[in-house]
């Protein structure tokens, strides 16, 4: 299993950034896929899940009515829209997946409930 992501960068407050991650190994049917991300000096925070088993999906409170988390089954690919993007958004992106009944269920963002994980790509909302 592995998952690549990317699409990080730079980009001005207000703009907009879309990551992808890109499943290979296994099928997104079966798997919830979220993204996460890491600010510097903070700990790891869930900000998106979406659950293959029926497209349910979850958003932090943070990104709600600004991120969206559109998927394409066909290309076991997950993306993350960013829009109206703020400087307290800077940080590096991780998609991960999860084949645990709960998250598919539940769709919880913990870090401990996440099996794979893709390398990372840094995001940064700076003018």
């Known amino acids: 299993v592995q998952l690549q992501a990317s699409g990080g960068g730079l980009v001005q407050p207000g703009g907009s950034l879309r990551l992808s991650c890109a499943g290979s190994g296994f099928t997104l049917d079966y798997y919830a896929i979220a993204w996460f991300r890491q600010a510097p000096g903070k700990e790891r925070e869930g900000v998106s899940c979406i659950s293959s088993s029926d497209g349910s999906i979850s958003y932090a409170d943070s990104v709600k009515g600004r991120f969206t988390i559109p998927s394409d089954n066909a290309k076991n690919t997950v993306y993350l829209q960013m829009n109206s993007l703020k400087p307290e958004d800077t940080a590096v992106y991780y998609c991960?997946?999860?084949?645990?009944?709960?998250?598919?269920?539940?769709?919880?963002?913990?870090?401990?409930?996440?099996?794979?994980w893709g390398q990372g790509t840094l995001v940064t909302v700076s003018s």
């Open positions: 991960a997946s999860s084949g645990r009944r709960d998250v598919l269920l539940l769709l919880r963002l913990w870090v401990y409930e996440y099996d794979y």
